[in-house]
């Protein structure tokens, strides 16, 4: 902090001096009776003059420099998702018409001021309004404006509206790691509410089971308070320890019990909720993200905490996850992982990729081995220290070969509610990092 506060003070300082030998430079000039700054000869104006057009050339440059290095998708393939094929296109529409506007506008800026710099015995004409050029700078802009709305408007309404298609799939988002939750045979999650999240149960997901087990724990708690309290009572009833600690055990016991009354009334007691809460019998949760090629998916966002952005970045798809709330998109992937892995710009990419992985590994006597690509899901909001740790794999695959993995995935990474394979151990130990 204070090393923060010299910084600032040193600039500050350096600044306010620069200042000062400005002016002693200025006073020193008109001493020696120097002309004025002001006053540019032609010969310094004419120099300005060509350095604009220097300044041009350098600039286009630059820009086809990087149109040609990096490319319209800046180095992240192929879309692999109807949608993310769509907003690409979407894109290039946009270059298309904004290239050509931006170098022939910016040829004009300095074109101009290096054709007509200052000179002396020059006057500028005066020419306040013409009809004809107004029209065209207010239509053409008009018509370029609406195309690129109509397709962005057609673009956006597909992948944000029409929530009941495809599979439903629930991306949870927490301080710091993913839980992916599928709906299951019949294509409905079961509804959740935080008052159930708990080591065993991670989003909160109301089953019979999990109403249950949150009423066991907070008996158990309650009656260890109680039995605590008891203990420490002598005959005539008085309690033997210091008060202050005494009303925060009586506190907690008052937060347990309310706790237990809200989860009665707003969810246990609920009507109708046996046929709400059954959806949830089929969900599976998992920690990674597979899906099928070519088919359509509905996403369902949470989070447990605090805003973060889940990104799918070779799917081109990015939203919000804010507390509270339910954010959706859809989505339908269009490459497998295998066939991405194929494309000749992966292939060359890579290469190079492991030829720099596998030289630092040389050189630290490490085993070489061969990276492959993979899709991924990626936060995309600084969320907290452990923000760079929410990054999960993401597979594209057939219809068996997903049906294969969700079968056996038995390798602690399923959660289900229902049954009694919940392993949550290793999510807890993502989460305390
Ligand atoms: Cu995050």
């Given at each position: 902090?204070?090393?923060?506060?010299?910084?600032?003070?040193?600039?500050?300082?350096?600044?306010?001096?620069?200042?000062?030998?400005?002016?002693?430079?200025?006073?020193?000039?008109?001493?020696?009776?120097?002309?004025?700054?002001?006053?540019?000869?032609?010969?310094?104006?004419?120099?300005?003059?060509?350095?604009?057009?220097?300044?041009?050339?350098?600039?286009?440059?630059?820009?086809?420099?990087?149109?040609?290095?990096?490319?319209?998708?800046?180095?992240?393939?192929?879309?692999?998702?109807?949608?993310?094929?769509?907003?690409?296109?979407?894109?290039?529409?946009?270059?298309?018409?904004?290239?050509?506007?931006?170098?022939?506008?910016?040829?004009?800026?300095?074109?101009?001021?290096?054709?007509?710099?200052?000179?002396?015995?020059?006057?500028?004409?005066?020419?306040?309004?013409?009809?004809?050029?107004?029209?065209?700078?207010?239509?053409?802009?008009?018509?370029?404006?609406?195309?690129?709305?109509?397709?962005?408007?057609?673009?956006?309404?597909?992948?944000?509206?029409?929530?009941e298609e495809g599979?439903?799939?629930?991306?949870?988002?927490?301080?710091?790691?993913?839980?992916?939750?599928?709906?299951?045979?019949?294509?409905?999650?079961?509804?959740?509410?935080y008052k159930l999240?708990?080591?065993?149960?991670?989003?909160?997901?109301?089953?019979?089971?999990?109403?249950?087990?949150?009423?066991?724990?907070?008996?158990?708690?309650?009656?260890?308070?109680?039995?605590?309290?008891?203990?420490?009572?002598?005959?005539?009833?008085?309690?033997?320890?210091?008060?202050?600690?005494?009303?925060?055990?009586?506190?907690?016991?008052?937060?347990?019990?309310?706790?237990?009354?809200?989860?009665?009334?707003?969810?246990?007691?609920?009507?109708?909720?046996?046929?709400?809460?059954?959806?949830?019998?089929?969900?599976?949760?998992?920690?990674?993200?597979?899906?099928?090629?070519?088919?359509?998916?509905?996403?369902?966002?949470?989070?447990?905490?605090?805003?973060?952005?889940?990104?799918?970045?070779?799917?081109?798809?990015?939203?919000?996850?804010?507390?509270?709330?339910?954010?959706?998109?859809?989505?339908?992937?269009?490459?497998?992982?295998?066939?991405?892995?194929?494309?000749?710009?992966?292939?060359?990419?890579?290469?190079?990729?492991?030829?720099?992985?596998?030289?630092?590994?040389?050189?630290?006597?490490?085993?070489?081995?061969?990276?492959?690509?993979?899709?991924?899901?990626?936060?995309?909001?600084?969320?907290?220290?452990?923000?760079?740790?929410?990054?999960?794999?993401?597979?594209?695959?057939?219809?068996?070969?997903?049906?294969?993995?969700?079968?056996?995935?038995?390798?602690?990474?399923?959660?289900?509610?229902?049954?009694?394979?919940v392993n949550w151990?290793?999510?807890?130990?993502?989460?305390?990092?």
């Open positions: 902090m204070e090393g923060k506060f010299i910084i600032i003070i040193a600039v500050a300082l350096f600044f306010i001096a620069l200042v000062q030998l400005m002016k002693i430079y200025d006073l020193a000039a008109k001493v020696r009776g120097a002309k004025s700054q002001e006053k540019m000869t032609r010969g310094e104006n004419m120099l300005m003059a060509n350095l604009m057009l220097v300044f041009m050339v350098v600039f286009f440059g630059f820009i086809i420099w990087l149109i040609a290095k990096y490319g319209a998708n800046a180095g992240l393939y192929k879309a692999a998702s109807e949608h993310g094929q769509e907003l690409d296109d979407l894109l290039m529409i946009n270059w298309y018409i904004i290239l050509p506007v931006f170098f022939i506008t910016n040829s004009l800026l300095f074109i101009f001021s290096w054709k007509y710099y200052h000179r002396e015995e020059r006057k500028a004409l005066y020419y306040p309004h013409n009809n004809k050029l107004e029209l065209i700078w207010t239509v053409l802009p008009a018509i370029a404006l609406a195309i690129i709305i109509v397709f962005g408007i057609r673009t956006w309404n597909g992948i944000m509206y029409n929530k599979q439903v799939i629930e991306v949870y988002a927490y301080q710091f790691g993913w839980l992916v939750r599928y709906a299951g045979a019949d294509n409905e999650l079961g509804e959740a509410n999240v708990s080591s065993t149960n991670p989003l909160g997901v109301i089953t019979d089971q999990s109403i249950q087990d949150t009423y066991n724990e907070i008996d158990t708690k309650v009656s260890g308070i109680d039995s605590e309290l008891k203990e420490n009572r002598n005959s005539n009833g008085d309690l033997l320890m210091p008060k202050s600690k005494a009303d925060k055990k009586l506190d907690e016991l008052e937060r347990l019990k309310r706790r237990k009354y809200r989860i009665e009334a707003a969810i246990d007691k609920r009507e109708a909720n046996k046929t709400a809460y059954a959806s949830s019998d089929d969900d599976i949760v998992v920690q990674e993200l597979h899906l099928v090629k070519g088919q359509p998916y509905t996403f369902i966002f949470r989070s447990k905490d605090v805003i973060h952005c889940p990104w799918l970045p070779h799917f081109r798809a990015q939203i919000n996850s804010v507390p509270g709330m339910e954010t959706s998109f859809k989505l339908t992937p269009t490459i497998t992982t295998e066939e991405m892995r194929n494309m000749p710009e992966v292939q060359e990419h890579y290469k190079n990729i492991n030829e720099i992985h596998n030289e630092r590994k040389r050189r630290i006597g490490e085993e070489e081995e061969k990276v492959l690509f993979d899709y991924v899901l990626l936060c995309n909001k600084i969320c907290g220290a452990g923000h760079s740790n929410m990054q999960i794999k993401v597979v594209v695959e057939t219809q068996e070969e997903f049906e294969n993995w969700i079968e056996n995935n038995g390798d602690k990474k399923r959660l289900t509610f229902s049954g009694q394979e151990s290793e999510t807890k130990e993502q989460a305390s990092l």
